[in-house]
Structure formats: C-alpha cells, structure tokens
C-alpha cells in the first residue's frame, strides 16, 4: 500500500510538469509565454509576506526562547499526567500550531532518545505529521492578500489543532500500545 | 485575537526573560525570528515562480476549470458562497489536491491564487469572507495522503518500520480536518446571525 502510495506521491511532479505543458500546446497556447506571465507574480507575492511573516515570527521566537513556552509546559503537566499522555510529546504539541520547525526540533530529540520505534517516538512523530502550522499559514495567506481582519480563521485553526493532538494520542495509543 | 496571542507571546517572553536575569535572550530571539523569517520568504520566491508559472499555464489552457467541473460536488458541499464556474474554484481544488498528494510546496502558490481571487469577491477587502476561512481550515488542519518529512527524519533515526505511523496520522489528520470543518461551518453561522 505504502509502495503505491509512495510511488504517485513520487510520479505526481515529473508527470504534472509534463502533462500541463503539453496539454496547453495541444490547446493552442503559447506555454512559454504563460509561464513567465504567471512566473512573474512570484516575487512580488513573497515580497508582499515578508512583514507578515518577520512580525509572526519574532513573536514565536521570543515566546520559545525566552523560556515562557518551558513555563507553559510546566502548567499544562498536571492536565495531561492526568490524561496519562506522556509529558515529552507535550512541547511537541505545544509549539505544532506556532512553529513547525520549533516542534520538529522536539520530534528528532525525542528520535534520538527514545528511538523512533517507541511509542513515544512514534506519538512525537504521528502529532507532527497530523497536522500544519496554522500560525504560518494563517500569516502567509491572509498577508498575501492584505485581509487585517481573520474573524474566526485563527479559533478554527487552534482548536483543530487540540483535536489533531488528542486524536493522534487516542489512535496511537490504540495501535501501539 | 490575533492582536492578543502576537502581545501574549511578547510580554510572556519578556517576563519569562527577566525572571532568569536573561533579559538578552529577548534580542537574541527577535532577531533570530526575523532573520528566520526572512529566509523562509527567500525560500518562497523560487517556489512561487515556479508554480505561479505552470499554474498559469494549467489556466490558459482551461485545466482549472476541468478541474474544477470534476470535482464540482466537492466544491459545491464546502464553498456554497463561491460560484461554481469562478476561477477561484480551479485553484482551491488545486491547492486542496496538492496537500492531499504530498506535494506540499506547490500547495502553497495554488492557495495564494485562490485567495487572490477570493478576494476579488470580497465586498470588504479588509476582512476575511466565509469562503477563504473555509479555504484556511482545510490547510491549517494540513489533509495529507503521506507525510513524507516526518518519515524521511524517521529514516534518518534508523526506523525499522519508518512507514507505519501513516495509518494512525490519515486517521489523526482526517478526524482534525473534519473538525475543522463543522467548526468552521458553526461559526460561520454564528458570524451571520449577529
């Protein structure tokens, strides 16, 4: 299944980066022209994220390296001892929604120590995969097209996020344990 | 909110670093986040010329509408303020497609064309509309057929089995995405009986 799966997932680019050119060149389209007409908005949509993401992004940083998301953990301890979910995922699931390279950091750490066989390992790597960094995303689209006000994207995203949390410790712990 | 959650993680850092007698951490950490986030839009150029490019071409040949006629049904059910026949339609289901198929970095463009056309149906441009929260739900909940990071890293480690967790992560990821969803649907119901 895995093999399958992983075969598209390896086909989907090469296959796509034929197929659109070629198709368009039956339909009469000039290609190469369509391409650096649309190439052309590149740069400046990534000019146009830039304050958005460095404003997002130095906020993260200082809440991560300042040792308030430490702090944090330690206040969350009690829920989740009471939960029984072992307390090395939490910083992992903690940072997922504001950092993904933040979490990631926390996923290899847990690698490395518990192997990536353990339960744990495989929790750490189950809570990362389920989900996407929905601060990042939230920050990049929204400032891409200059919307200030998100109404409930950000509340929708977050909780989400608890959901793909808890459901990724509920089905593990099913599966692995 | 998100005015609050940007002061919250500020203050909170700042409090945190002066309560170590660390207070030089805060520096350090802004201009790193800076400095990181401005790689990470470098990063971005390449990829959205690149896909800005092929997308571009996908439309001129009538691609996204295809697209989007196929899956019309799926559109239709998850976008009811969108018109079946916009081009808005072609690039969310292209965007939706690629995180589903692990192309991950071509996601990212597809989903900014169709917040750019979004916006062109936007009365109020300052303020986000039920169809591009719709849009962001599905890609913050990040609905994806393999996760190929986490098992390249698990690989890295020396995995015996780097491929199991995908099981448990389709359900995990399709259960958040689902919730996602009805939570975006409650409020946005809730925003339009204010």
Redesign the interface.
């Known amino acids: 299944m895995y093999e399958v799966i992983s075969a598209i997932s390896k086909w989907m680019l090469p296959v796509l980066l034929v197929f659109i050119p070629l198709y368009a060149l039956i339909r009469r389209v000039s290609i190469y022209e369509s391409f650096v007409e649309g190439a052309k908005e590149g740069f400046p949509t990534a000019v146009q994220i830039i304050p958005h993401l460095v404003g997002m992004m130095v906020a993260v940083s200082i809440f991560r390296d300042s040792g308030a998301l430490q702090f944090g953990l330690q206040l969350l301890k009690p829920v989740t001892e009471w939960l029984h979910i072992p307390e090395e995922v939490l910083p992992v699931g903690l940072l997922r929604p504001i950092s993904g390279t933040g979490s990631l950091a926390f996923v290899e750490s847990i690698l490395r120590t518990y192997g990536p066989d353990s339960f744990i390992g495989k929790l750490a790597s189950t809570i990362q995969a389920s989900t996407d960094t929905t601060l990042y995303v939230i920050t990049v689209y929204f400032g891409a097209v200059g919307i200030k006000r998100s109404l409930y994207a950000l509340k929708v995203g977050l909780w989400a996020d608890l959901a793909g949390f808890l459901f990724s410790w509920l089905i593990c712990s099913m599966v692995f344990q | ?2 005015n609050y ?2 002061l919250f ?2 203050v ?6 002066a309560l ?1 007698g ?1 207070i030089d ?2 520096t ?3 201009l ?3 400095k ?3 790689a ?3 990063g ?2 390449s ?17 996204l509408e295809k697209l989007a006629h196929l899956l019309r049904p799926v559109a239709k059910l998850l976008f009811p303020s969108v018109p079946p026949d916009h081009p808005a339609m072609g690039y969310i289901l292209s965007n939706m497609s690629a995180n589903f ?3 991950g970095n ?1 996601a ?2 597809m ?2 064309k169709a ?2 056309e ?2 062109k149906l936007n009365p109020d ?4 509309t039920p169809a ?2 719709t ?3 599905l ?4 609905l ?7 098992i390249g ?2 690989m890295k ?13 389709l ?3 399709f ?3 689902t ?2 969803i009805l ?2 649907r409650y ?2 119901r809730r ?1 339009w009986n204010r």
């Open positions: 909110m998100i959650i940007w993680m500020i909170a850092g700042f409090i945190a670093a170590q660390r951490l805060v350090l950490a802004a790193k986040g800076a990181e986030a401005v990470v839009c470098i971005l150029i990829i959205l010329v690149f896909w800005l490019g092929m997308m571009r071409i996908a439309k001129d040949a009538g691609l198929f692990g192309l071509a990212t463009p989903g900014l917040m750019e979004l916006q441009p300052k303020t986000a591009m929260c849009l962001l739900a890609n913050t909940s990040g994806t057929l393999i996760p190929t990071t986490i890293i698990r480690h020396g995995s015996v089995d780097p491929t199991d967790i995908i099981g448990p992560t359900i995990a990821t259960c958040a995405t919730c996602a939570l975006d409020y946005q925003e």
